[in-house]
């Protein structure tokens, strides 16, 4: 069964600094992975995503994150955090046969200070 | 994008409930999950060409239908507290998981 594991339940940084959020995920065969970001009481909107190719994955408002088959790892990373990147973050891990069931971790809360 | 309705429901403990959501254009297939507040979302189930093709762990009072332009409902019968959260309807395209979430319906059960 696929599954996701991210280890921070909460991460604070200060605007400006850099960001990294750890995310490690279990599935038998080569996985879809993603990075979404949700905002109180909002739906989830998609950072990025990896399907297979380049191991460093681009995304949307400057955030990119890192395949890692020998670690099981796709982290977030963020080169300098601004304050309105404070909001939740999950990884979620997806299949590629069958039905497309997305599995998500419990996320990791992201506070910026000034 | 994805549209869902309505926003903020009250139901009271064994009532049911329909929740709505309107696919992004051109998409196919529409899952819905249930997120508890603090939680990551838990996926209730996948239509695709109106049939269920994939169910998470929920009970059958959980049951939904896909329409022809893939618009979807969600319905939940007997409610219990615990179905107290935030429902969210996403839509792809077949073969591709990358969803396109709707901004999800807060449903309160009291």
């Known amino acids: 069964a696929q599954s996701v594991t991210q280890p921070d339940i909460h991460i604070t940084v200060s605007e400006g600094a850099s960001l990294e959020l750890r995310c490690n995920y279990s599935y038998g065969a080569t996985p879809y992975l993603f990075w979404y970001v949700q905002s109180p009481g909002q739906g989830l909107q998609l950072l990025l995503k990896y399907f297979s190719g380049d191991t460093l994955v681009q995304g949307i408002k400057g955030f990119e994150a890192e395949f890692k088959r020998s670690q099981s790892s796709f982290n977030l990373r963020k080169p300098s955090v601004h304050w309105s990147d404070a909001a939740e973050y999950f990884c979620?891990?997806?299949?590629?046969?069958?039905?497309?069931?997305?599995?998500f971790g419990t996320g990791t809360k992201l506070q910026v200070i000034p | 994008g994805v549209t869902q309705s309505p926003t903020h429901l009250i139901k009271t403990r064994g009532q049911q409930v329909t929740l709505r959501c309107s696919s992004q254009?051109?998409?196919?297939?529409v899952s819905w999950y249930q997120q508890a507040l603090g939680q990551g979302p838990q996926f209730i189930f996948q239509?695709?060409?109106?049939?269920?093709?994939g169910r998470g762990n929920f009970p059958p009072r959980f049951s939904g239908l896909q329409f022809p332009n893939d618009s979807s409902e969600l319905n939940v019968n007997a409610l219990e507290l615990d179905d107290s959260a935030l429902y969210l309807c996403a839509s792809s395209l077949r073969g591709d998981p990358g969803y396109t979430f709707g901004s999800g319906t807060r449903l309160t059960v009291v």
């Open positions: 979620a891990v997806g299949n590629s046969g069958g039905y497309q069931k997305v599995t």
């Open positions: 239509y695709y060409r109106k049939e269920e093709n």
């Open positions: 254009s051109g998409h196919n297939t």
